[in-house]
């Protein structure tokens, strides 16, 4: 019994793992958008009709997939440790609520977020949202200092500037929605004339707000998103070629050719050893 069932997870382990299996996924999951597209148009009755039997086949699809996917891991306790799988089985499980009755809006909104099973199944996709997900808590620092220098900002502006036009500058809350304006270059040029009318260096304020927000917070952001994937990166190729991570990050380049160049010096070293000729005579 014990064989039995190791030969057939092996089976499940080779087709899950077997690119045609998941080409043919990535087909459906294409398809199943295709078909959220189309039923956002007029259509006749009977095509409604074979949009739901597909829908239907789509649906049993996943299922079958995703129990395929759970039965080939060796580990059934930490298949759910890993977040793709957790993401995968929820939205299949949501896949499975009936469009009709009260829950027509949950189950069509659950049958939207089908699409995103395209980001589990392709490795680069995952890459990138993992490497966000990581930047996220040192963005949000960047993001704080951002919120200050707004609100520093707005608040000047609305000392000097509410008297000129009100409805941009009126209180707080206002200059920031009007700064966000600046920041994202949207007609920024008529607020900033507006004010020069009446105050002719306000430019100095607007200039110094662009440069701080538009192009030292935003490439720090974005600096920080290509460390992270960077990183993410060197790990996936790690994985590839079969190394581990646990203990500390994985070599670096240069840290590979040093190594390199420490083996070729070690073995000059011992092939200039002379070899000895001489013979140990035993009494």
Do not use: C
């Amino acid at each position: 019994m014990a064989s039995f069932v190791f030969r057939a997870q092996r089976r499940l382990k080779k087709i899950d793992s077997s690119k045609i299996f998941q080409g043919i996924i990535i087909a459906v999951i294409l398809l199943s958008a295709l078909l959220i597209g189309v039923k956002t148009h007029d259509l006749p009755t009977h095509f409604v009709a074979v949009l739901a039997l597909l829908d239907l086949a789509i649906t049993i699809f996943f299922v079958i997939e995703i129990v395929i996917r759970y039965l080939a891991s060796p580990k059934k306790k930490k298949f759910f440790h890993n977040g793709w799988n957790i993401f995968d089985t929820v939205i299949v499980i949501g896949s499975l609520i009936p469009t009709g009755g009260s829950g027509v809006l949950l189950a069509r909104l659950l049958r939207v977020f089908r699409v995103l099973r395209l980001v589990s199944m392709v490795p680069e996709l995952r890459l990138l949202i993992n490497a966000l997900l990581k930047a996220i808590p040192r963005m949000g620092y960047i993001a704080l200092l951002m919120f200050v220098i707004f609100y520093i900002y707005a608040a000047i502006g609305s000392m000097f500037f509410h008297q000129i036009n009100e409805v941009l500058w009126g209180d707080v809350s206002i200059s920031m929605l009007t700064l966000f304006r600046v920041a994202t270059f949207e007609d920024w040029t008529d607020v900033m004339y507006e004010t020069m009318a009446v105050h002719p260096l306000s430019w100095i304020y607007y200039l110094s707000f662009i440069f701080l927000t538009a192009f030292v917070f935003l490439n720090m952001m974005v600096g920080t998103v290509l460390e992270i994937m960077s990183k993410e990166h060197e790990n996936f190729r790690a994985e590839q070629h079969g190394e581990s991570n646990e203990g500390g990050e994985p070599a670096s380049r240069a840290q590979i050719e040093k190594l390199e160049h420490e083996l070729r010096e070690i073995k000059a070293l011992i092939l200039k050893q002379p070899k000895s000729s001489e013979s140990v005579k035993l009494p």
